[in-house]
């Protein structure tokens, strides 16, 4: 029982880092791009600090064998003037200096293949970081469409303002004409105290009329011209 717990509360763990990382995606790439950048210049350094030891080395080496040179001829010379104690002394402190050169060589050689190694490695960090840093605007306008689409799809889905406002302008046209309603209101009124069946009698041709109609005028036109 206890590991089955133990999986799910590892799961609902696992769940809620994926949420909250997907909420925070955007501050995650620039938090990550901001880490590579300071890895990539502290390379940068690095390589600077690897580069200005090669020179000082390979400086090293020329002052050596300019050294060389110089108690080589000086040897030539004493070796001429048959001053051997000279030529000795001189033959050892080119020895000396030959293999000082020979080690600060192989430094000037591993510096060098470690400043190549390195220098590949910073500017492919360089071109990773570039790709991550046009990444991160795709990824932020991504995230805004995104953003746009939950919203829009949170008014058509649900009661959005466009049902609200058709429902308004149904409910409105949908109403009784209150016009209308006082007419028929007066009909019915009329028909309850009778004073409308004189009325209807009067049309139906009974009894004299009571009301003129535009026929009766055109009536009493025609008679006075005939007159």
Known sequence: MFGTLKTLING???RAEDRLRDTYSIELIDQKIREADQNLKAAKLTLASLIQRKRNEAR???????????????AEQALADGRQDMVQSAA???ADLENEKTIRTQTVDRLETRVLQLRQTVEAANRRILDLKQGAISARAVKREQGLQKRLNRHLGGESPIDEAEGLINRVMQQDDPFEQSEILREIDTGLDHTNVAE???EAGYGPKTRSTA???LARLKSKSND
């Open 60 to 74: 090293q080496v020329d002052v050596l064998q300019s050294r060389i040179d110089d108690l080589m001829a000086r």
């Open 12 to 14: 609902a763990n696992a």
């Open 200 to 202: 209807r009698m009067e």
């Open 215 to 217: 026929a009766d005028v």
């Open 92 to 94: 050892q402190a080119v």
